[in-house]
């Protein structure tokens, strides 16, 4: 984890208010890759541990800027649990735990070299729209997924 992590947003007035219940990912809305990701953790979270907002959004601004990362580089998810902050690979593998098994066992990337594993989580952010593509237009999530989004 990093230092990051330790700075809640939570009493932060430049941070909209959501619900501190639920765990939040924020993600890159035109990145196809991050998308598909947000729609395979929509699917197997029926629990609803999850809600979902824009990295483009007002809180996803918010939350990168409060966390002093750079608001117009969306290279990593942002997933919030419990108050606490997970960005690259850790995020990844934390929102796997979340949703229980049998994607708990995607977590095992926890065990590799941090370095390794974000600078394979770096290569592919760097080159996700020339690899996956990006949405020019903004999709409209089924009604069910739209309604655990922030806008």
């Given at each position: 984890?990093?230092?990051?992590?330790?700075?809640?947003?939570?009493?932060?007035?430049?941070?909209?208010p959501?619900?501190?219940?639920?765990?939040?990912?924020?993600?890159?809305?035109?990145?196809?890759?991050?998308?598909?990701?947000?729609?395979f953790?929509?699917?197997?979270?029926?629990?609803?541990r999850?809600?979902?907002?824009?990295?483009?959004?007002?809180?996803?601004?918010?939350?990168?800027?409060?966390?002093?990362?750079?608001?117009?580089?969306?290279?990593?998810?942002?997933?919030?649990?419990?108050?606490?902050?997970?960005?690259?690979?850790?995020?990844?593998?934390?929102?796997?735990?979340?949703?229980?098994?049998?994607?708990?066992?995607?977590?095992?990337?926890?065990?590799?070299?941090?370095?390794?594993?974000?600078?394979?989580?770096?290569?592919?952010a760097?080159?996700?729209y020339?690899?996956?593509?990006?949405y020019?237009?903004?999709?409209?999530?089924?009604?069910?997924?739209?309604?655990?989004?922030?806008?």
């Amino acid at each position: 984890m990093t230092e990051l992590a330790s700075y809640s947003f939570r009493n932060d007035p430049n941070v909209p208010p959501h619900d501190h219940d639920k765990g939040l990912i924020v993600f890159d809305h035109e990145c196809i890759f991050c998308s598909s990701f947000i729609r395979f953790v929509f699917a197997h979270d029926p629990s609803g541990r999850f809600l979902f907002t824009a990295a483009q959004s007002p809180l996803g601004q918010a939350l990168y800027r409060h966390y002093g990362l750079d608001p117009t580089d969306f290279s990593t998810n942002l997933v919030i649990v419990d108050g606490i902050l997970h960005t690259k690979m850790d995020a990844f593998a934390t929102a796997m735990r979340c949703l229980g098994f049998p994607w708990s066992l995607l977590a095992v990337v926890n065990l590799m070299p941090r370095r390794l594993a974000n600078a394979a989580y770096d290569l592919i952010a760097k080159n996700r729209y020339r690899i996956f593509g990006r949405y020019e237009t903004c999709l409209v999530p089924s009604k069910e997924l739209r309604a655990r989004v922030i806008e």
